[in-house]
T-cell receptor, first 115, second 112 residues
Framework: DVKVTQSSRYLVKRTGEKVFLECVQDMDHENMFWYRQDPGLGLRLIYFSYDVKMKEKGDIPEGYSVSREKKERFSLILESASTNQTSMYLC??????????????FGNGTRLTVT | DQQVKQNSPSLSVQEGRISILNCDYTNSMFDYFLWYKKYPAEGPTFLISISSIKDKNEDGRFTVFLNKSAKHLSLHIVPSQPGDSAVYFCAASTSGTYKYIFGTGTRLKVLA
């Protein structure tokens, strides 16, 4: 069974702090994703990575960066946290499959509050 | 521009009856669709998927219908159970990309 682990369930940070959200998956998946979930907006893609050291911007990358130094680990970085980045952050992974789509497997999320 | 829309933010259904959750999309390039269920304080869990070459896929109590001409899909849960109470997200993707576009979710409440 795929396990995607996010290092923190809850985080409280101050405006201007640099914030690291960590995600680890144990299924040797090539693809990893960071989404944020906000009421009325659903899940929005921030960044994704389809290989080590590779990254692609999603729909809302502003104010974020990512790091993928190892296949199993994908980090989301808030360079200077702001209150509008208060949200639920969800990490996911998938394998490319063999010519077919592959569902995303999500972690349990990190609820980040920026004060 | 919301490419995947779930126009009903919430739905209440009696236990044992059918729940029907709807999803509309605008991008005709989407060829793979999924439904996820999400409980509070947990990540979304994959429920069922359908490829654009099909118009129906069934898995136990869950059936997804796809109407490509209307750009509409629906999830049917029969019979509904109180444990089905959750937020349901539909998502869509295009071959050759790894991106999934999610809808805004529908909160289902199954009343005992």
């Amino acid at each position: 069974d795929v396990k995607v682990t996010q290092s923190s369930r809850y985080l409280v940070k101050r405006t201007g702090e640099k914030v690291f959200l960590e995600c680890v998956q144990d299924m040797d998946h090539e693809n990893m994703f960071w989404y944020r979930q906000d009421p009325g907006l659903g899940l929005r893609l921030i960044y994704f990575s389809y290989d080590v050291k590779m990254k692609e911007k999603g729909d809302i990358p502003e104010g974020y960066s990512v790091s993928r130094e190892k296949k199993e680990r994908f980090s989301l970085i808030l360079e200077s946290a702001s209150t509008n980045q208060t949200s639920m952050y969800l990490c996911a992974s998938s394998s490319p499959g063999t010519g077919t789509h592959s569902p995303l497997h999500f972690g349990n999320g990190t609820r980040l509050t920026v004060t | 521009d919301q490419q995947v829309k779930q126009n009903s933010p919430s739905l209440s259904v009696q236990e044992g009856r059918i729940s029907i959750l709807n999803c509309d999309y605008t991008n005709s390039m989407f060829d793979y669709f999924l439904w996820y269920k999400k409980y509070p304080a947990e990540g979304p869990t994959f429920l069922i998927s359908i490829s654009s070459i099909k118009d129906k896929n069934e898995d136990g109590r869950f059936t997804v219908f796809l109407n490509k001409s209307a750009k509409h899909l629906s999830l049917h849960i029969v019979p509904s159970q109180p444990g089905d109470s959750a937020v349901y997200f539909c998502a869509a993707s295009t071959s050759g990309t790894y991106k999934y576009i999610f809808g805004t979710g529908t909160r289902l409440k199954v009343l005992a």
